[in-house]
């Protein structure tokens, strides 16, 4: 409860009778921190690694596997979809939807939207 957390002493400023070190509290600790000892960052094998992204990258020509994982790409003409480097130039949102339309993977967008 907030009424027994420790308060600043004094009363001649206004942090006086404010609470403090509690996790709701401005300036308290924070409710379960994070610990050094959780393995944030997981050492993996380089050849796993290449191994992991040799295979999304093979999947994602498989057009089955892209349907099972929810994208509409019916109208596609081919997967995966290979564009020119010109398409990250355009400045507006206007010109990359006239490009999806003009591929026909508007769908997949419309599909999120």
Same mark, same amino acid.
């Given at each position: 409860a907030v009424a027994r957390i420790p308060r600043i002493s004094g009363s001649g400023t206004q942090a006086g009778g404010a609470g403090a070190f509690g996790n709701m509290c401005r300036g308290g600790r924070?409710?379960?921190?994070?610990?050094t000892?959780?393995?944030w960052h997981r050492k993996i094998n380089n050849h796993q690694k290449r191994y992991a992204?040799? #295979?999304?990258l093979a999947a994602s020509a498989v057009t089955g596997l892209v349907q099972a994982r929810g994208h509409k790409i019916e109208n596609v #003409?081919?997967?995966p979809l290979v564009v020119?480097? #010109?398409?990250?130039n355009?400045?507006?949102?206007?010109?990359a939807l006239s490009f999806l339309s003009a591929v026909r993977a508007n769908d997949d967008v419309n599909r999120v939207a």
């Open positions: 924070m409710f379960a921190p994070t610990k000892y959780r393995r992204v040799v #295979s999304a #003409s081919e997967i020119d480097n #010109s398409v990250q355009y400045g507006k949102t206007k010109e």
